[in-house]
């Protein structure tokens, strides 16, 4: 009996409101939606090389792409394509500079840039 009670007191609000609870307090913002960059898993880091082959991940260079596009306010949009062309190259020595990580010679995209195309510093982020 307390389910339906229960149940019924959310629809009744939920119409009243025109939101459902999710969760979070009474007030409170909801999550701000955004893109979800899918295109290898987010554990997978490989290292993208300054030339051809530039990596041997399909997948990585559009994660690059899309991270940028999310999560960077320094560059983009950018066109994800998988293409690592002169717009895209930029676009990741701009990111490195903001967040101040470099690689070894040789290497655009090592472990320093990933971290920071997932968790760019405060300056350096696209507001939420």
Known sequence: MRTRT???AVAALTALTGTALTGTALG???PRA???CNYIDDSARPVIRERPPHTQTPGAVPQVQCLINTYSNQAGPLTVDGILGPTTRAAIRSVQRCNQ???PAGILVGPSTWEVLYS???GCARPL
Do not use: L
Request: proline share 27%; hydrophobic share 25%; aromatic share 6%.
């Open 6 to 8: 229960k149940t019924a």
């Open 28 to 30: 409170a913002s909801p």
């Open 34 to 36: 955004e893109p979800y």
């Open 101 to 103: 990580v470099s690689e």
């Open 120 to 122: 760019p510093i405060p």
